[in-house]
Nanobody, 124 residues
Framework: QVQLVESGGGLVQPGGSLRLSCAAS????????IGWFRQAPGKEREGVSCISYSRESTYYADSLKGRFTISRDNAKNTVYLQMNSLKAEDTAVYYC?????????????????WGQGTQVTVSS
């Protein structure tokens, strides 16, 4: 059974940092692109970032470039999203998702599996 479990969310002040983790089980992470999405209350889900299965490509939403960094540790079956200089508008539930043989050159590929999400709240 495939599981993606997000962790690392929480409450942080504006300008602060958080590192989200996406731990995968039941699949060989080496074969999967991992994308991060977020959904704020009353808004549609949006793509945040993605790293290809081969690490050759990464993708970031234009509004997040320079603040967020995605990385992966296949030995630990985990993908990370480092989020710096957080703003109130970054408040959302963040989800990770896996795509078999996915690449992330210009967009996040359509996922095969989703995690349950972790809440990120940026507030003073």
């Amino acid at each position: 059974q495939v599981q993606l479990v997000e962790s690392g969310g929480g409450l942080v002040q504006p300008g602060g940092s958080l590192r989200l983790s996406c731990a995968a089980s039941g699949l060989t992470l080496d074969y999967y692109a991992i994308g991060w999405f977020r959904q704020a209350p009353g808004k549609e889900r949006e793509g945040v970032s993605c790293i290809s299965y081969s690490r050759e490509s990464t993708y970031y939403a234009d509004s997040l470039k320079g603040r967020f960094t995605i990385s992966r540790d296949n030995a630990k079956n985990t993908v990370y999203l480092q989020m710096n200089s957080l703003k109130a508008e970054d408040t959302a539930v963040y989800y990770c998702a896996a795509t078999l043989w996915g690449t992330c050159t210009t967009a996040i590929p359509h996922p095969n599996y989703w995690g349950q999400g972790t809440q990120v709240t940026v507030s003073s």
